[in-house]
């Protein structure tokens, strides 16, 4: 089956740094992409994974773990407007699908 | 300079109705799909078309039935609608679909049936 679990809620301050966490089952792999969404808005991409590692780009870094099924989005010097859901998706490896995990909504605070 | 763009914006209706939602894109891009997301903000692929042609087609029931004039054009048709069928319905679009493409979306069009 195809399964993309990811925390429903998280809080963080202003300044702080969040890793937001994504697991996945899925038939195939064929790369992870984390998307932001404010609310009332369209998703917009941050950034895609294939291979083992970290991305990094400006403030946002991703990182993926094949063998573990498992990435993360790091969010560094977090600003107000970084308030929004943060979408993990997986391109399975069978039918070249995207499938969007439920997504985290991502709460800061002053 | 929109990339996707897609109309109505707001899209308000009566159980049983045919509505009909359009997308555009102006990236040059091959491929283009349709998302539902549910009241849950859950998103989920419905259909994709490569060059006019279906190359996804989730199970979604019958009555809704996308229409690709052009590779720049993915249009939505739902008849009989019901009041499951309210979300938000986004268009997005690739380069050619292929497994590292970005995908990008339009802005969203809000139906409610009512």
């Known amino acids: 089956g195809q399964n993309i679990d990811q925390p429903t809620e998280m809080t963080a301050t202003e300044g702080a740094i969040v890793q937001i966490n994504c697991t996945y089952q899925?038939?195939?792999?064929?790369?992870l992409f984390w998307y932001q969404q404010h609310a009332g808005e369209a998703p917009t991409f941050l950034s895609y994974n294939v291979l083992d590692g970290l991305e990094e780009k400006g403030r946002f870094s991703s990182f993926l773990s094949r063998s573990k099924g498992y990435s993360y989005l790091l969010l560094k010097e977090l600003q107000m407007k970084d308030s929004a859901s943060y979408l993990c998706?997986?391109?399975?490896?069978?039918?070249?699908?995207?499938?969007f995990g439920k997504g985290t909504r991502l709460h800061i605070l002053p | 300079d929109t990339a996707v763009s897609q109309t109505p914006k707001y899209l308000v209706t009566q159980m049983g109705n045919d509505k009909s939602i359009k997308c555009e894109q102006n990236?040059?891009?091959?491929?283009m799909y349709w998302y539902k997301q549910d009241s849950k903000k859950f998103l989920k692929i419905m259909f994709s078309y490569n060059n006019k042609e279906l190359i996804i087609n989730e199970t979604v029931p019958n009555r809704f039935s996308p229409k690709s004039p052009d590779k720049a054009h993915l249009n939505l048709h739902i008849n009989s609608l019901e009041l499951g069928d309210s979300a938000v319905y986004f268009c997005?679009?690739?380069?050619?679909?292929?497994?590292?493409?970005?995908?990008?979306f339009g802005p969203g069009t809000r139906l409610l049936v009512l």
């Open positions: 998706a997986v391109r399975d490896g069978r039918d070249d699908k995207i499938i």
């Open positions: 997005a679009s690739s380069l050619s679909g292929g497994w590292q493409e970005t995908q990008y």
């Open positions: 899925t038939s195939g792999f064929n790369g």
């Open positions: 990236l040059g891009h091959d491929t």
